[in-house]
């Protein structure tokens, strides 16, 4: 099991570069941010910046989108991190959520999505590409070669198949152990059938983690529930609540949801949690003592976890970070 953290933009140039290192230090193997330029600062200026503060940390968007940027500047970018962090960069990629809808456009199709993961990796590795946007084709003359992994974010059916077929891993924002079995068996078996070897396909769990009295963990973990709801009113809007295809411990809990404020995506103050209970924010969250934290986690990885990526979003992370390092990533070394 491998562990991660991820940032939002909120977090100060100082602190992020302190934090880095502590977690570092700690054991962690992964730091993530939040691809949403207009919500939060742009992420990939802060990354770099924290890669010179690092030696073996990964870094990687979580999760870019194929619509924000030209798929030759998005090639551009990629290569050069790799490049200059001796080749410490994955990105995870999904259909743009917040990052489209906060400007009032449509996250990409499914397909455009697939077609972005095979011809940027195709550019990164400095192959000629190219694709609809260019009426030439693009070669990157000084790429390294780079093999850039991509890990792609899904929970719906079509998603989780194209996440099996063309990515390297899945992200999976959340923490209940049968639901990411659930979501990883589909994306699989879709490698499997597209004759893929999935035998280093990558699963990871990303959710906040949180210490403490449960009742005070939930209070400030409760906004992570409503941002995976926004996604699965996605889900059950276009399969239904009666398919068979989404689970119904994801549908009967947006059953009373009333909407979603995506300029307070991620945000304790989002105005629309008041659909979220407690078993909800316990499901989906790793919350209470370290043995809570540590038996969980053992429920994620024999679910088919690789990473357990740590939200850090909810305060005290320096204090996570510390009793991660201490008292749990050690018990999966």
């Known amino acids: 099991m491998e562990f991660g953290i991820t940032f939002k933009g909120f977090v100060s140039p100082d602190r992020a570069r302190s934090l880095v290192r502590q977690a570092e230090e700690a054991g962690f193997t992964y730091c993530w941010f939040y691809d949403s330029h207009i919500l939060w600062r742009e992420s990939f200026v802060a990354m770099a910046m924290c890669m010179e503060h690092t030696e073996n940390m990964r870094f990687g968007p979580c999760v870019t989108n194929p619509n924000i940027r030209d798929w030759s500047l998005s090639a551009s970018l990629y290569a050069s991190l790799a490049h200059q962090s001796n080749g410490r960069f994955d990105i995870g990629l999904g259909r743009g959520d917040s990052s489209m809808r906060v400007m009032g456009k449509k996250p990409a199709t499914l397909a455009r999505l697939a077609e972005f993961t095979t011809k940027v990796k195709a550019m990164v590795?400095?192959?000629?590409?190219?694709?609809?946007?260019?009426?030439?084709?693009?070669?990157?003359?000084?790429?390294?070669?780079?093999?850039?992994?991509?890990?792609?974010?899904?929970?719906?059916?079509?998603?989780?198949?194209?996440?099996?077929?063309?990515?390297?891993?899945?992200?999976?924002?959340?923490?209940?152990?049968?639901?990411?079995?659930?979501?990883?068996?589909?994306?699989?078996?879709?490698?499997n059938e597209a004759g893929r070897d999935m035998s280093n396909f990558k699963v990871q769990?990303?959710?906040?983690?949180?210490?403490?009295?449960?009742?005070?963990?939930?209070?400030?973990?409760?906004?992570?529930?409503?941002?995976?709801?926004?996604?699965?009113?996605?889900?059950?809007?276009?399969?239904?609540?009666?398919?068979?295809?989404?689970?119904?411990?994801?549908?009967?809990?947006?059953?009373?949801?009333?909407?979603?404020?995506?300029?307070?995506?991620?945000?304790?103050?989002?105005?629309?949690?008041?659909?979220?209970?407690?078993?909800?924010?316990?499901?989906?969250?790793?919350?209470?003592?370290?043995e809570d934290h540590i038996a969980k986690i053992k429920d994620l990885e024999a679910a088919g976890a690789t990473q357990f990526n740590i939200y850090l979003d909810s305060g005290d992370e320096e204090e996570i970070i510390a009793k991660y390092g201490a008292e749990i990533i050690p018990k999966f070394r």
């Open 125 to 191: 590795r400095g192959e000629e590409v190219e694709y609809g946007e260019c009426p030439e084709p693009v070669k990157l003359p000084w790429a390294t070669g780079y093999e850039l992994p991509v890990w792609i974010g899904a929970y719906g059916p079509k998603a989780l198949a194209t996440a099996g077929q063309v990515g390297d891993g899945l992200i999976l924002q959340i923490g209940d152990p049968d639901l990411v079995k659930w979501f990883k068996d589909q994306a699989i078996a879709a490698g």
């Open 205 to 290: 769990a990303a959710a906040p983690a949180y210490f403490g009295d449960m009742d005070y963990c939930i209070e400030h973990t409760k906004w992570f529930p409503a941002m995976v709801g926004n996604h699965v009113a996605d889900i059950v809007e276009k399969y239904g609540s009666d398919s068979g295809l989404v689970p119904k411990s994801l549908t009967d809990y947006i059953e009373k949801r009333r909407g979603y404020d995506y300029s307070k995506h991620g945000q304790s103050d989002n105005p629309f949690l008041d659909f979220i209970t407690e078993d909800i924010v316990k499901s989906f969250c790793v919350l209470g003592t370290p």
